[in-house]
């Protein structure tokens, strides 16, 4: 099969015609990863085939991989026992992902099918609150007692191997079950068979607690560049692991929420495709209103200014032009400066090196807008006289300034105030900035053009 391309299609050949042996081979040699993106577009009645003929241990593999709506299809379609089989070989937590999305009556049809230990298992994962290191974290994991030789910690890993979610590292708990350390698979294989593990162990184990937020235990894992992460309950015994393919997911989860929320969108867990439009229309309209609402308040800076606009008509073409600079210049500062709050890279305690940074950032490309600005309206028609042409190049700087301090200083004063800091991003900075950006512009007309 080193030649072959699966395709849906063919799939589909060898599922009609009954090849058996030849789908099973498929399902061995092919990555199961890739295989479940096809087997996705196959009718119901086609997957529940395969599950039957194929292993347990590779059904068990694929059902993690499949959309929720085919899971659900096999969950009411399999049987007390083939639901029990095949719980046998899906990690538990990830048995609990599936679940959160099934009704009602499905997830107490696999509750009841399951056996007392898969049940209790999964009664504890689900019993934590969403979105908490508890939530998604997996209870199978290496367990080893410090005064363990290597060679008996080496029989143990081969007993407990074959059910843990990774062999990578195996974690150290006394008699009452809490954690006391840690080792790589690594160490214990090229450590002397009669050392122990007491001897060979890490006791300053990084580890995260069952009911911190799943975004704080991705920044322990990025911060400490580790794998796999050790949970502990309160009294600081060992209750699981999350790997780093788990906080994989939390991670694009995030940044997916951060993007819909700088942009006005109240999130959604649902990919865009999955959204339906009734979703999407509550997501948006929310914010789409309340922007709505702050923008009179441009327009209310602009009617206080009719005046200086009925003297001199050519300064309300470039209205779109100083606020489109400072909105983007603000944009930009926010953008930075929220993704080092997210990263932990900044804090409110910043605030004064984040506003000194913005300044000279401001000042610096405001110097060089300002001239590019002046021979742009000199140049380019329509005609404006030198003075106008001036004024409007400087509260382009001066506004442009003010933006990238405004765009760096509202997110850390969210952050201060324990809110989110890209809520801040699109509703508030625009409206302020487009009111700063009004004022100082025609503030400086009024008193540098004496209108």
Excluded at 33 to 38: E, W
Excluded at 218 to 238: E, F, G, R, W
Excluded at 243 to 252: K, L, R
Aim: overall charge negative; aromatic content about 6%.
């Amino acid at each position: 099969m080193d030649n072959l391309e699966i395709t849906k299609e063919l799939l589909q050949e060898f599922i009609s015609e009954k090849q058996i042996d030849t789908l099973r081979e498929v399902f061995d040699e092919f990555n199961i990863v890739d295989l479940a993106l096809f087997v996705n577009e196959l009718p119901l009645p086609q997957i529940l085939f395969l599950f039957k003929i194929l292993r347990k241990d590779v059904s068990g593999t694929l059902f993690s991989y499949l959309e929720s709506e085919n899971q659900q299809g096999i969950i009411e379609a399999f049987t007390s026992n083939d639901i029990r089989s095949m719980l046998e070989h899906v990690y538990a937590d990830d048995m609990v992902d599936v679940m959160e999305d099934m009704p009602a009556n499905l997830v107490k049809k696999v509750l009841q099918a399951a056996s007392e230990e898969q049940r209790s298992e999964i009664n504890m994962l689900l019993s934590f609150a969403p979105n908490t290191a508890g939530s998604m974290m997996s209870t199978d994991y290496l367990e080893l007692d410090a005064m363990d030789t290597v060679s008996e910690a080496i029989k143990k890993i081969k007993r407990q191997g074959k059910v843990a979610e990774t062999i990578s590292f195996c974690y150290i708990v006394n008699r009452k079950h809490r954690l006391v350390g840690a080792i790589a698979l690594r160490d214990i294989l090229f450590a002397p068979v009669n050392s122990y593990i007491e001897d060979l162990m890490d006791r300053d184990v990084v580890y995260v607690q069952v009911n911190d937020d799943q975004e704080d235990v991705a920044h322990t894992m990025s911060k400490y560049d580790i794998m796999v992460l050790p949970v502990v309950n309160d009294q600081n015994c060992l209750i699981g692991i999350i790997t780093a393919d788990d906080v994989i997911d939390v991670m694009e989860e995030e940044v997916t929420e951060d993007i819909q929320k700088m942009a006005a969108i109240v999130p959604v867990e649902e990919s865009y495709l999955d959204t339906s439009i009734v979703e999407l229309v509550k997501s948006r309209l929310p914010w789409l209103l309340a922007l709505m609402i702050t923008a009179t308040f441009t327009g209310n800076v602009l009617a206080s200014y009719e005046e200086a606009l009925a003297v001199i008509p050519a300064l309300s073409a470039f209205v779109p032009m100083i606020m489109g600079t400072a909105g983007n210049a603000g944009n930009q500062a926010s953008v930075m400066v929220i993704r080092g709050i997210s990263v932990d890279d900044l804090s409110w305690k910043d605030m004064l090196k984040v506003l000194w940074k913005e300044m000279r950032v401001g000042i610096i490309c405001g110097a060089i807008l300002f001239v590019v600005v002046v021979i742009r309206i000199m140049v380019i028609p329509p005609d404006v006289a030198l003075d106008i042409a001036l004024v409007i190049a400087l509260s382009t700087v001066i506004s442009l300034v003010a933006a990238n301090m405004a765009g760096g200083l509202l997110p850390l004063l969210a952050h201060a105030c324990k809110q989110d800091p890209a809520v801040m991003a699109a509703p508030l900075i625009a409206t302020v900035i487009d009111t700063l950006s009004l004022m100082i512009y025609f503030f400086l007309s009024m008193k540098l053009l004496g209108i």
